[in-house]
């Protein structure tokens, strides 16, 4: 196939590959299915989801990256190359350029793991670009003017903070707290006060169906099944959206203090900026009920979630693809 471009949002719990003028053409699961015995790949993406915290043990179900960035480089690398196909198909004509999004709080040696997986996974080039910068663009705020724009991309592994102003993050920060995180909070609660052991799954359905940021007046209410810590039996327990939140409040806490500390650290005219537009949140973890109002109460800074939060990593490696000339100045690393 002609595809000379393509743009991965590499996330810790979900893949997007993005291919211009066709969009979003790929969006799975982060995980790999592989043999105990020889490590071989059996399974990837969703499929490979399904077997999580289900599998014999001759297998192992895995997420190769851990707070966005690669704990597993082989794994990562025959991850990308299953994407690559996926998107692009099995008889490629050329290698294509790719645009990968990665954490701002990123190592060189870490941006370095991802440029070279990508290019052993076929790419002709492999740019990095910061996920900030991405979800700015994706999210449609005109970043290369010379005015404040803050934006709040919480993702599986990571959530990224930052204020840019021409092209450039000016204030950021990076905290390794994000939605696997409060999926976490919801199994350890479980576990504490109903004595309730969950997979990760379970306690990720909870958090999509019932779970909110802060408490609420109509409650919502949900079955949860799970293994009983004392018994060892199976037991369903009933929890609601106020318990949820009681749950989660400490990751978001931290996702909290995190975003006090970029607008501490923000120039005050870029700081005026941010009062009178106010923040954007993107990323998987926008999608959490009344996120917004939290970051508003705490922060008195208006707060606004942008159209398909999921998406908009993986719409601007597209854009910047499209327009390299322009956005030059966020391009991280090239090889």
């Known amino acids: ?54 599998t014999p043990d001759a297998i192992i179900a895995l997420r190769p990256l851990k707070e966005g960035v690669i704990a597993d480089y082989k794994i990562t690398e025959a991850m990308i190359s299953y ?61 290369n003017e010379a005015s404040g724009n803050m934006i709040i991309n919480i993702g599986g592994g990571t959530s990224e903070i930052a204020v840019i102003s021409l092209g450039g993050i000016v204030a950021w920060s990076s905290v390794r707290v994000a939605g696997n995180k409060i999926d976490e909070a919801i199994t350890e609660y479980m576990h504490k006060v109903h004595n309730l052991e969950i997979g990760e799954r379970t306690a990720e359905n909870v958090k999509i169906t019932i779970g909110s940021a802060v408490p609420v007046k109509d409650e919502e209410e949900i079955d949860v ?42 120039p005050p005219e870029l700081a005026a900026d941010i009062m009178h537009k106010g923040m954007v949140l993107s990323g998987g973890g926008a999608l959490l009920r009344n996120i917004d109002q939290l970051l508003f109460k705490v922060t008195g800074v208006a707060c606004t979630k942008a159209n398909d939060p999921l998406l908009c990593v993986a719409r601007g490696t597209g854009i910047v693809l499209e327009n390299l000339d322009v956005y030059k100045r966020s391009v991280m690393s090239k090889k």
């Open 1 to 54: 196939m002609f595809i000379r471009k393509i743009g991965i949002d590499l996330g810790t719990t979900n893949t997007l590959v993005f291919i211009p003028k066709r969009g979003v053409v790929v969006n799975e699961p982060s995980v790999v299915a592989v043999s105990a015995h020889d490590k071989s790949v059996m399974a990837v993406g969703a499929e490979a989801k399904e077997m999580l915290g289900r």
């Open 83 to 143: 994407f690559l196909t996926k998107g692009c198909g099995r008889i490629r004509f050329f290698k294509p350029e790719m645009m990968i999004s990665v954490p701002a709080g990123i190592t060189s040696t870490e941006r370095r793991a991802v440029v070279d997986a990508a290019m052993q996974a076929g790419a002709k080039a492999a740019y990095v670009v910061k996920e900030p910068v991405l979800a700015a663009i994706g999210a449609g705020i005109p970043i």
């Open 225 to 266: 099944r799970g293994r009983d810590i004392v018994t060892g039996l199976p037991r369903t327990v009933n929890i609601s959206t106020n318990e949820v939140a009681d749950a989660i409040a400490e990751p978001l806490k931290e996702i909290v203090r995190a975003v006090k500390s970029v607008l501490q650290d923000t």
